[in-house]
């Protein structure tokens, strides 16, 4: 697997690092109150396991999967769910878990949605964000990395289904692509 990667981008320690930092913040923010962690599947499997495991407050975790429609590897906003959130979060404190923001449009879909349910509060971490998701107006109240604007495997991130299991973030060598590569 290694010889696929042209880079590593964000280092295992790194992840680590960042990861009891956001943990921090959301135990402070969320302290005395019922957290409802929502994961995005599948990408968002593994900062979602880590994340849960470093937060001290007594989370409840759920799991909702969307496809969104595009060409390729980009997201076109037309968003279907293929798995809804088992739980009712009318009321409740909710936080989105998210591996990564690109165009921000499945995100946008998804936080319209969720809004749209009545839940107490609603935010999102987003573990990695590329630079055009600020054109979007999508309030991420914690972020782990910002990106450049490339694509990247790895923590969760697939390439065709592979590569998730990377305990670390980096760009692919081209060879992998067959020329053809994702942007
Ligand atoms: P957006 O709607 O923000 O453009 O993209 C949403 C989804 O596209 C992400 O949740 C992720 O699944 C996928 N995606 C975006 N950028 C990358 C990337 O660089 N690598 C991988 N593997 N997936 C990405
Ligand atoms: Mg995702
Ligand atoms: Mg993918």
Redesign the pocket.
Known sequence: MGADLERVLVTQEEIEAKLVELAERIDEDYRGQDLLLVG?LK?AVMVMADLARAVHSPVKMDWMAVS?YGSG???S?VVRILKDLDADIAGRHVLVV??????????SWMLANLTSRGPASLEVCAF?R?P??AKVDIPVKYVGFDIPN????GYG???AERYRNLPFVGTLAEHVYGGSK?T
């Not at 591996?99 to 499945?106: F, K």
């Not at 490339?150 to 495997?153: A, K, L, R, S």
Request: charged share 30%; glycine share 10%; aromatic share 10%.
């Open positions: 995005v990408g969104s590897t980009k997201s906003g998210e591996d990564i923001i690109d165009s921000g449009l499945t995100l990695f590329k055009e998701a490339e694509f990247v495997v991130l697939d390439y994702p």
